[in-house]
């Protein structure tokens, strides 16, 4: 076959393939929420096992978010190169070849440090997963898939999270009480996820698409089409819109981030620091299970709702439900239950009304009138405040007691309605067009 031919081959496959987004976004965004995950949640629980302090905790993993600060970087770096695909693929393999070290390195001798690099390569290219898959979405779907990019990013986030904690926590949890061996039962459950986020790598292999639209219209010029780093200085010193928005974007998630940063060590975490002292299986199913489930069921509420009337009629609601059921923290700190069906019950209603509240947030994260800069630099203000918070909240929590901590995070729960009422929130943001 002549190279035309080929090309003209491959050509119709990539079309087809646009034409048919949902054979490829699963594997794209499950492949790209792993990292998240891994630093988010089953890291620290893992960090704990070994008895690290949470100080040390928070110190090492939120250090690692580092990479995605980068991402407006990386937009104008890669809007350079010939192919999205082609760095997808490379910084996939890279994640799958960090995960295979990393299930290696935690019975090394220097394990920690083997850990930490592991990790930053994990990191580096999980920030450029995040930073493509961005770029590229909007590009190759269309209509109603391509509105509700925030919803996609959401419930493929949850499925990741289900999968990690609700099934690989758990089992490596499970393992560890018969052998009672921990480094050896959580390097089998990091070995696992390497082999699920290998068998990703091919399945993204065959079905990403071969170019982006953007690159495919070659007859249009190239000089107008590409970002420059002057593009991304006049970005960054006029974000997008306005400083309100950036102070929205910051300040509005801060108390769910700071409740979530300690409420998976607080279960996790020995009786007589002040934590439940549960199980890494019991702390699994309550946040991996029940808590997943809640916030997605939540989220589905919130986003039925904005889609039918817009965010404008339930904003303040949404403020609300971010900031007030964070007290929830502070009671089960306070009370010590040990019953872990009411722990299951408290942690679904927080959940559920972080997701129903967050709704407005995601929407707002992706609200940037196709700018991919602005994007680019959107989306990177969660990994900065998880980077912010973490690199504090483990000392604070240590100074004062997990009790204390909650009732300090409590007083947060008035950022949501203050940036609210200082954000030009749009009102229809979210509606469907023709919907009254």
Request: hydrophobic fraction near 50%; include cysteine; glycine fraction near 8%.
């Given at each position: 076959?002549?190279?035309?031919?080929?090309?003209?081959?491959?050509?119709?496959?990539?079309?087809?393939?646009?034409?048919?987004?949902?054979?490829?976004?699963?594997?794209?965004?499950?492949?790209?929420?792993?990292?998240?995950?891994?630093?988010?949640?089953?890291?620290?629980?893992?960090?704990?096992?070994?008895?690290?302090?949470?100080?040390?905790?928070?110190?090492?993993?939120?250090?690692?978010?580092?990479?995605?600060?980068?991402?407006?970087?990386?937009?104008?770096?890669?809007?350079?190169?010939?192919?999205?695909?082609?760095?997808?693929?490379?910084?996939?393999?890279?994640?799958?070849?960090?995960?295979?070290?990393?299930?290696?390195?935690?019975?090394?001798?220097?394990?920690?440090?083997?850990?930490?690099?592991?990790?930053?390569?994990?990191?580096?290219?999980?920030?450029?997963?995040?930073?493509?898959?961005?770029?590229?979405?909007?590009?190759?779907?269309?209509?109603?898939?391509?509105?509700?990019?925030?919803?996609?990013?959401?419930?493929?986030?949850?499925?990741?999270?289900?999968?990690?904690?609700?099934?690989?926590?758990?089992?490596?949890?499970?393992?560890?009480?018969?052998?009672r061996k921990v480094v050896?039962?959580?390097?089998?459950?990091?070995?696992?996820?390497?082999?699920?986020?290998?068998?990703?790598?091919?399945?993204?292999?065959?079905?990403?698409?071969?170019?982006?639209?953007?690159?495919?219209?070659?007859?249009?010029?190239?000089?107008?089409?590409?970002?420059?780093?002057?593009?991304?200085?006049?970005?960054?010193?006029?974000?997008?819109?306005?400083?309100?928005?950036?102070?929205?974007?910051?300040?509005?998630?801060?108390?769910?981030?700071?409740?979530?940063?300690v409420a998976l060590i607080?279960?996790?975490?020995?009786?007589?620091?002040?934590?439940?002292?549960?199980?890494?299986?019991?702390?699994?199913?309550?946040?991996?299970?029940?808590?997943?489930?809640?916030?997605?069921?939540?989220?589905?509420?919130?986003?039925?709702?904005?889609?039918?009337?817009?965010?404008?009629?339930?904003?303040?609601?949404?403020?609300?439900?971010?900031?007030?059921?964070?007290?929830?923290?502070?009671?089960?700190?306070?009370?010590?239950?040990?019953?872990?069906?009411?722990?299951?019950?408290?942690?679904?209603?927080?959940?559920?009304?972080?997701?129903?509240?967050?709704?407005?947030?995601?929407?707002?994260?992706?609200?940037?009138?196709?700018?991919?800069?602005?994007?680019?630099?959107?989306?990177?203000?969660?990994?900065?405040?998880?980077?912010?918070?973490?690199?504090?909240?483990?000392?604070?929590?240590?100074?004062?007691?997990?009790?204390?901590?909650?009732?300090?995070?409590?007083?947060?729960?008035?950022?949501?309605?203050?940036?609210?009422?200082?954000?030009?929130?749009?009102?229809?943001?979210?509606?469907?067009?023709?919907?009254?």
């Amino acid at each position: 076959m002549s190279d035309n031919g080929l090309n003209q081959k491959r050509g119709r496959g990539a079309e087809w393939l646009r034409n048919h987004p949902w054979l490829w976004i699963p594997g794209v965004m499950l492949t790209r929420f792993i990292p998240w995950v891994i630093l988010l949640a089953s890291m620290p629980l893992f960090l704990l096992r070994c008895d690290m302090t949470n100080a040390d905790i928070f110190w090492y993993v939120s250090l690692l978010w580092l990479p995605w600060l980068l991402k407006p970087v990386w937009v104008v770096i890669l809007d350079r190169l010939p192919s999205h695909r082609i760095w997808f693929l490379i910084a996939n393999g890279l994640m799958v070849m960090g995960l295979f070290l990393l299930s290696s390195s935690l019975t090394a001798s220097n394990w920690l440090t083997s850990i930490m690099l592991c990790l930053w390569l994990i990191s580096f290219s999980g920030s450029i997963l995040d930073t493509i898959v961005d770029d590229a979405y909007p590009q190759l779907t269309s209509g109603r898939l391509r509105e509700a990019y925030s919803g996609v990013m959401c419930s493929f986030y949850r499925v990741v999270v289900a999968v990690v904690l609700g099934i690989f926590v758990m089992v490596a949890g499970n393992i560890e009480v018969v052998t009672r061996k921990v480094v050896s039962s959580w390097a089998s459950m990091y070995y696992s996820l390497a082999l699920i986020s290998l068998l990703l790598f091919m399945i993204n292999f065959m079905l990403v698409p071969m170019k982006t639209v953007r690159l495919d219209e070659g007859k249009r010029n190239t000089a107008t089409q590409r970002l420059s780093f002057r593009q991304l200085c006049h970005t960054l010193c006029s974000p997008f819109g306005s400083w309100s928005r950036v102070i929205f974007l910051m300040l509005y998630p801060l108390p769910v981030i700071l409740t979530e940063r300690v409420a998976l060590i607080f279960f996790s975490d020995a009786g007589h620091t002040g934590g439940l002292g549960l199980s890494p299986q019991e702390t699994a199913f309550v946040f991996g299970v029940v808590g997943i489930l809640s916030q997605a069921f939540g989220g589905i509420i919130g986003g039925m709702l904005v889609h039918r009337h817009g965010v404008g009629r339930w904003k303040w609601f949404m403020a609300l439900a971010v900031g007030l059921p964070q007290l929830i923290y502070a009671l089960i700190s306070r009370t010590q239950p040990t019953d872990i069906t009411l722990l299951s019950s408290l942690v679904a209603m927080q959940q559920m009304c972080c997701g129903f509240g967050l709704v407005v947030y995601a929407l707002m994260v992706v609200n940037t009138n196709g700018d991919r800069l602005g994007m680019a630099v959107s989306t990177s203000i969660l990994p900065f405040m998880f980077l912010v918070a973490g690199l504090y909240c483990g000392t604070l929590q240590e100074s004062v007691g997990y009790y204390d901590y909650f009732l300090l995070v409590s007083l947060t729960s008035l950022l949501p309605l203050i940036v609210t009422a200082l954000t030009s929130v749009p009102s229809i943001l979210g509606k469907r067009y023709g919907v009254k």
